[in-house]
C-alpha cells in the first residue's frame, strides 16, 4: 500500500491563514453614504462568494506545496487475469530446419524462428503473466527464471534463434521447467509450454520425479508437437511400443494426473491456431505485485495555486465603483 505523506508537516500549521478570505478582513470603501437605496446584485454577491473561496483554495494549494506533499513509494497489489509460464523449448539441431525438413531461406522459416515469433505474440498480449525461459538440448538450459521483467523475457525468446546442438534431453529439461515454480502454488496457475519437433526416451527415475513434480506443481502442461514433414504423427496408434515416439511421450504426459493438451502443427498457421487456442485455455484470476515509485505533487500544485491567483487578481483588475467613471 501507498500513502501520502509531507516532507515538512510543520508547514501545515499555515492553513490557518487560508480564513482570511471567507472573513472578508479589511475595509471597503462605497461612493455612496448609504447601501440602501442600491439594488441587490446577487450576481456580484455569488462572485464575490466563488472569488473569496478561490483565494483561499490558492493559499491551501500553496500551504500544501511548501510542506512537500507527495505519495510515498511502496508496493501495490493488483487483480489481474494470467499465470505464471514456463515456456520450454526444444533447441536441438533439426529446431533448426524447416517444417519440410530443409535449410530455411528468406521465403521459408525454421521451426524455431516460427515457434519463437508466435509465442512472442502470445506472451506480448498477456501483460500480467510471468515468464521463464528453458532451453533443452545435450542438457537443459536455464535462460530465464519466473520475472515479470517484459523485456527480459523478450531478449530470452530472442537468444531462442542462435544456433542449436546437439541432441535432446527432454526429461531433464521439463525437470528444470517444473523447478521454477517453487512450493507456492497460491498465487497463480502454473503452466508448462513444451515446444518440440520429437520426442526421446526419458529414464524411469526421471519420470517419477516429473509425475511427483507436475501433481506438487498443480501445472497445466501443453505439448506443441512441430512434426516435420515425413516424421510419425502425436497421434498415431503404434503396434509395438516405441519409447522414442512423439506417440509414446503423448501417452506419457496424459498419464500424469494434471491438466494436458497436445497440438500437432505442420505449418506455422498451424502453430499460430495452437498457440491461440493455449492462450484462450489459460485465462485465470492472478493476484500480482507492482512497485510504485515516489511522486511529488508540489509541482502540480504550485501551478494550480498560480492558476487559482490569477483568476482572482483579473477579477480585481475588472473590479468597477458604484459611480461610472470612479475607481
Not at 519437433?197 to 509425475?211: P, S, T
Request: aromatic share 8%; proline share 6%; with cysteine.
Amino acid at each position: 500500500m501507498t500513502s501520502l505523506g509531507f516532507d515538512y508537516p510543520w508547514v501545515l500549521l499555515l492553513l490557518g491563514l487560508c480564513v482570511m478570505p471567507l472573513l472578508g478582513l479589511g475595509p471597503r470603501w462605497w461612493p455612496s453614504p448609504s447601501l440602501i437605496g442600491i439594488p441587490r446584485d446577487r450576481v456580484s454577491e455569488g462572485a464575490e462568494i466563488g472569488l473569496r473561496l478561490l483565494a483561499a483554495l490558492s493559499m491551501a494549494l500553496l500551504v500544501l506545496a511548501l510542506g512537500g506533499l507527495h505519495r510515498r513509494d511502496g508496493i501495490v497489489t493488483r487483480t489481474g487475469k494470467g499465470a505464471h509460464v514456463v515456456l520450454l523449448i526444444d533447441r536441438s539441431v533439426s529446431m533448426d530446419q524447416t517444417f519440410d525438413d530443409r535449410e530455411p531461406t528468406a521465403k521459408q522459416e525454421s521451426k524455431t524462428a516460427a515457434a519463437v515469433r508466435l509465442i512472442q505474440k502470445f506472451f506480448a498480449g498477456r501483460p500480467h503473466d510471468q515468464f521463464a525461459v528453458v532451453a533443452f538440448s545435450t542438457s537443459p538450459i536455464l535462460a530465464l527464471p519466473l520475472t515479470e521483467h517484459r523485456a527480459a523475457v523478450a531478449a530470452a525468446l530472442g537468444a531462442m534463434k542462435r544456433p542449436a546442438l546437439g541432441k535432446t534431453d527432454i526429461g531433464r529439461g521439463l525437470g528444470l521447467a517444473l523447478a521454477q515454480f517453487g512450493t507456492d502454488t497460491t498465487q497463480a496457475q502454473n503452466v508448462v509450454l513444451f515446444v518440440s519437433d520429437g520426442a526421446g526416451v526419458i529414464d524411469r527415475e526421471v519420470k517419477d520425479k516429473i509425475r511427483a513434480d507436475a501433481l506438487r506443481t498443480h501445472v497445466h502442461l501443453y505439448y506443441l508437437y512441430l512434426r516435420t514433414k515425413g516424421d510419425p504423427g502425436l497421434f498415431e496408434k503404434m503396434d509395438t511400443a516405441d519409447a522414442s515416439a512423439p506417440a509414446s511421450l503423448n501417452q506419457y504426459f496424459s498419464e500424469l494426473g494434471v491438466p494436458y493438451r497436445a497440438f500437432e502443427a505442420e505449418d506455422p498457421s498451424a502453430v499460430a491456431r495452437a498457440v491461440e487456442q493455449i492462450d484462450r485455455l489459460e485465462v485465470h484470476p492472478i493476484r500480482y505485485h507492482e512497485h510504485v515509485p515516489r511522486r511529488d505533487y508540489a509541482p502540480l500544485l504550485y501551478a494550480l495555486a498560480l492558476g487559482c491567483g490569477v483568476l482572482v487578481a483579473l477579477a480585481l483588475l475588472a473590479e468597477r465603483g458604484l459611480a461610472e467613471g470612479r475607481p
